[in-house]
């Protein structure tokens, strides 16, 4: 099967109508070929979250010649790669070319995924989320059944406790904690992501009694700030964050086990983490 075919059915595979309200169309979506011939054979499919270097070497040594992802390959939104080869810019030659030696394809699966798998009742589910939950065994706690994992109630815990859980699980070096490390916690939110004023997001604590966010992106004014001085009044909010491509890495993860039903056909198909990108010292 060509690479071509296997993105086509992996598309097909997805409820593929709408992202957070916006249709997605050929013209419109980010989901497009990054970088690579797709009238080849695939001889191997790899899922990750961001197609590092050294993601590339790795399936390059597993016979892998499509990548998945789930994020831009290039740095940039929308991926443009002219102001680079204008610039000649060397991380981007030497990453193309690694690319071009091997004849690896990267292919951008986001806005589908987001979309819905299905599931066996027929119901579509956010595959990143969804992801996300079975990693860390949370399907059954999930507030509205199985949809999306942005709000749930699991066990109740410590904040530290929880973090050591994200850590384990994913596989992580460290996390970061806003409040007090001995919170309990029970109801938890992941936002959408927080890169400036957080209004909604504070009232909605407020309302829906949230105990804590795990935050993908996180600035330290607004939602930090009221953490911080809720802590500090003796009231269960903290905010847990590992960063926007390890919290949905799972989701690409959990991608690499229903490819084989998606595209019908026996190619091998390999996870491979992008690995923590941060390294904390202390």
């Known amino acids: 099967m060509k690479i071509n075919q296997v993105i086509s059915k992996i598309k097909a595979y997805h409820k593929g109508d709408y992202i957070l309200g916006q249709k997605?169309?050929?013209?419109?979506t980010r989901d497009i070929v990054l970088y690579g011939n797709t009238d080849q054979e695939c001889t191997g499919i790899v899922t990750t979250v961001f197609a590092s270097v050294d993601v590339i070497r790795k399936a390059k040594e597993l016979g892998a010649n499509l990548i998945i992802v789930h994020e831009a390959l290039f740095w940039n939104h929308g991926d443009h790669q002219e102001w680079l080869?204008?610039?000649?810019?060397?991380?981007?030659?030497?990453?193309?070319?690694?690319l071009d030696d091997n004849q690896i394809v990267v292919w951008r699966n986001h806005d589908y995924v987001h979309s819905g798998i299905p599931m066996s009742d027929g119901s579509y589910v956010d595959g990143i989320f969804y992801g996300f939950a079975k990693e860390m065994g949370w399907e059954n706690?999930?507030?509205?059944?199985?949809?999306?994992?942005l709000t749930t109630e699991i066990p109740e815990c410590t904040a530290e406790e929880l973090a050591q859980e994200l850590m384990r699980k994913m596989n992580l070096e460290g996390a970061r904690i806003i409040g007090d490390v001995n919170t309990r916690?029970?109801?938890v939110r992941i936002p959408f992501h927080i890169s400036g004023d957080a209004n909604e997001l504070i009232q909605e604590m407020e309302?829906?009694?949230?105990?804590?966010?795990?935050?993908?992106?996180l600035v330290d004014f607004s939602i930090s700030e009221y953490v911080r001085d809720s802590s500090m009044l003796n009231r269960n909010k903290a905010i847990i964050s590992v960063g926007?491509?390890?919290?949905?890495?799972?989701?690409?993860?959990?991608m690499s086990t229903y490819i084989p039903d998606a595209i019908e056909e026996d190619i091998p198909c390999h996870f491979i983490q992008s690995g923590d990108m941060y390294h904390?010292?202390?």
Do not use: C, Q, W
């Open 24 to 28: 997605i169309t050929e013209e419109t």
């Open 85 to 98: 080869l204008e610039s000649k810019n060397e991380t981007f030659l030497a990453k193309k070319k690694l």
């Open 141 to 149: 706690y999930t507030s509205d059944g199985r949809s999306s994992l």
């Open 185 to 187: 916690v029970r109801k």
């Open 207 to 217: 309302e829906e009694n949230i105990d804590v966010l795990l935050a993908m992106e």
């Open 244 to 254: 926007h491509f390890n919290m949905e890495e799972p989701g690409m993860k959990f």
């Open 280 to 282: 904390y010292v202390k």
